[in-house]
């Protein structure tokens, strides 16, 4: 737990803002006044339903720094599927701390471990069809490398990070450079390595390949135009079904031949799991 990181985020920098967003200037006034400075507790975290866990070590973070003595045992792995009513860490200290820290935690393991589980649901249904569930760029500002962190704990692999690591010409770039081709002579020049190019035709696809595209992402299209792309690419660059993928149709575009199917509402939309934290006094 103490060695748990994640590239490129600033950990405690995220724990020590939260919690001075909890605790304004004034403090948790309700502790303060009601729990004795030398009260200690103990707490189980629990899940009321069966879950894919994203967060335990985050929501550690936030006990130890308010009580750095705290005793923690985080009881499951991250990523792991568990059952309704199973519990997931188990912690003893100072009882302020832990009443102040607690809904810090909570809310991040709720908001990472439902990101997770619902990735894991898309994920399954896509099993054996050959294409790869992608996330999207459309997570909470501030909390992207933590959700896309959970989709990931999910089964999921990350899409572009951001803006810096793949370029992306979509229908507005194209009407501001004039042209598909134009576009992307221009992303070449630069020396752009990995030039996705959008498309919601059939027939934009060999103009895309032509000018230099090295991954195509297929938008909103029907499952014969998905079909027909996939057969004129010939397997020369990926190819990405992207736009409003649910659930229940995830598997037939899958199906389709594509190399990947992105969806953004596993950041977007994925309900809070239910975890909760039951307190005794030591």
Same mark, same amino acid.
């Given at each position: 737990m103490?060695?748990?990181?994640?590239?490129?985020?600033?950990?405690?920098?995220?724990?020590?803002?939260?919690?001075?967003?909890?605790?304004?200037?004034?403090?948790?006034i309700?502790?303060?006044?009601?729990?004795?400075?030398?009260?200690?507790?103990?707490?189980?975290m629990?899940?009321?339903? %069966?879950?894919?866990?994203?967060?335990?070590?985050?929501?550690?973070?936030?006990?130890?720094?308010?009580?750095?003595?705290?005793?923690?045992?985080?009881?499951?792995?991250?990523?792991?599927?568990?059952?309704?009513?199973?519990?997931?860490?188990?912690?003893?200290?100072?009882a302020?701390?832990?009443?102040?820290?607690?809904? %810090?935690?909570?809310?991040?393991?709720?908001?990472?471990?439902?990101?997770?589980?619902?990735?894991?649901?898309?994920?399954?249904?896509?099993?054996?069809?050959?294409?790869?569930?992608?996330?999207?760029?459309?997570?909470?500002p501030?909390?992207?490398?933590?959700?896309?962190?959970?989709?990931?704990?999910?089964g999921?692999?990350?899409?572009?990070?951001?803006?810096?690591?793949?370029?992306?010409?979509?229908?507005?770039?194209?009407?501001?450079?004039?042209?598909?081709?134009?576009?992307?002579?221009?992303?070449?020049?630069?020396?752009?390595?990995?030039?996705?190019?959008?498309?919601?035709?059939?027939?934009?696809?060999?103009?895309?390949?032509?000018?230099?595209?090295?991954?195509?992402?297929?938008?909103?299209?029907?499952?014969?135009?998905?079909?027909?792309?996939?057969?004129?690419?010939?397997?020369?660059?990926?190819?990405?079904?992207?736009?409003?993928?649910?659930l229940?149709?995830?598997r037939?575009?899958?199906?389709?031949?594509?190399t990947?199917?992105?969806?953004?509402?596993?950041?977007? %939309?994925a309900?809070?799991?239910?975890?909760?934290?039951?307190?005794?006094?030591?």
């Amino acid at each position: 737990m103490s060695n748990f990181s994640l590239p490129d985020f600033d950990l405690d920098a995220f724990v020590r803002a939260t919690l001075a967003e909890d605790l304004g200037s004034g403090g948790d006034i309700t502790s303060m006044a009601v729990i004795p400075a030398a009260a200690g507790f103990s707490g189980v975290m629990d899940s009321r339903d %069966s879950v894919v866990v994203a967060g335990l070590p985050i929501a550690a973070r936030f006990f130890r720094a308010l009580d750095p003595a705290m005793r923690i045992e985080i009881l499951v792995d991250e990523g792991a599927v568990v059952a309704a009513g199973a519990d997931l860490m188990r912690l003893s200290g100072n009882a302020r701390a832990m009443l102040t820290a607690e809904r %810090s935690a909570l809310n991040t393991v709720q908001h990472l471990t439902g990101i997770a589980t619902m990735t894991r649901q898309y994920v399954d249904a896509l099993a054996g069809t050959g294409a790869t569930l992608l996330d999207t760029r459309k997570t909470i500002p501030g909390l992207r490398l933590l959700e896309k962190y959970a989709t990931r704990m999910g089964g999921a692999t990350n899409h572009r990070m951001g803006l810096w690591d793949a370029a992306m010409i979509k229908d507005n770039h194209v009407a501001v450079a004039g042209s598909v081709e134009a576009a992307l002579r221009r992303a070449v020049d630069a020396g752009i390595a990995r030039i996705i190019v959008e498309v919601d035709r059939v027939d934009q696809v060999e103009p895309a390949l032509g000018a230099g595209a090295t991954h195509l992402l297929l938008d909103n299209m029907s499952l014969d135009q998905l079909r027909s792309c996939v057969a004129i690419v010939g397997g020369r660059v990926p190819t990405e079904a992207s736009g409003g993928v649910r659930l229940d149709t995830i598997r037939a575009i899958g199906e389709t031949g594509v190399t990947y199917v992105s969806v953004g509402r596993l950041t977007q %939309s994925a309900p809070a799991a239910d975890v909760g934290l039951d307190f005794a006094l030591v």
